[in-house]
């Protein structure tokens, strides 16, 4: 399978995402002389424990998440450009970390219908969403409202927390040594993340970068508990490795 690239959206569940799971595709579109846009549905303001660890204090009060909220912002700004992709592609939508999946269980569609105007607006040649089959609750809820948003576009997945099972690969994209260091340094620049976990986010920077399948099959007008059991019963054997 060949990506297009001329126009690429991709969808990050939280900043630092893009970086971990597609610093390479964006640099190959950038080069290719490719649009982008990144969307960036929360702004991971409710990850705590390196919070508490860098504020030194237990009890994290609204006005700290927000203000860790505004860091992320930043750090996913200076992680774009460290992958050669203008700030300007980002889009923060700033919904509630890891409350996605609650808010969709309610009935709440908001995200799903912000994230199909903007689909609509940028017309993508290729969408690039998390993958339901992806162990973090946000991540599971974004690619159920995506693809719900993105019903006849080109869309690929990616994994951050798990694996997939097996036939569902779409594309594997083989990086070059300067296309890692760049990756590499996009993810450095998520510093928040690497106080507690550094040597975990750093092994992201590796040479190969994987997508799957999209997951129209899934059956998307079903109820999203449905999705989620199926999903749960396809990834029990994997461990969750956390982390936003």
């Not at 219908?113 to 609509?120: F, K, S, V």
């Not at 996009?186 to 999209?214: K, N």
Request: hydrophobic share 45%.
């Amino acid at each position: 399978m060949t990506l297009a690239l001329d126009r690429t959206l991709v969808i990050a569940p939280h900043p630092d995402d893009e970086s971990i799971a597609t610093g390479g595709l964006l640099q190959r579109a950038i080069a290719a002389g490719g649009e982008v846009r990144v969307v960036f549905v929360t702004d991971g303001d409710n990850n705590p424990w390196p919070l508490r660890y860098l504020k030194k204090k237990l009890r994290v009060s609204d006005a700290d998440r927000a203000e860790w909220g505004a860091l992320r912002r930043e750090e996913s700004r200076r992680g774009l450009a460290a992958l050669g992709v203008p700030p300007s592609s980002a889009i923060f939508l700033g919904y509630p970390d890891r409350m996605l999946l609650r808010m969709v269980r309610a009935g709440d569609l908001r995200v799903r219908d912000a994230l199909a105007a903007i689909i609509e607006a940028f017309s993508p040649s290729t969408l690039v969403l998390p993958s339901a089959f992806d162990l973090h609750s946000d991540h599971r809820a974004i690619s159920w409202l995506a693809h719900g948003a993105a019903k006849g576009r080109n869309v690929v997945t990616y994994l951050i927390h798990g694996r997939a099972p097996r036939g569902r690969m779409a594309f594997r994209l083989e990086l070059n040594a300067e296309e890692i260091a760049r990756k590499r340094a996009a993810i450095e620049c998520h510093q928040s993340q690497l106080v507690l976990s550094r040597s975990r986010f750093l092994s992201y920077a590796r040479p190969v970068e994987e997508f799957q399948q999209a997951e129209f099959d899934m059956a998307l007008e079903s109820r999203l508990h449905d999705w989620s059991c199926a999903v749960k019963h396809a990834v029990r054997v994997v461990t969750h490795r956390g982390g936003d």
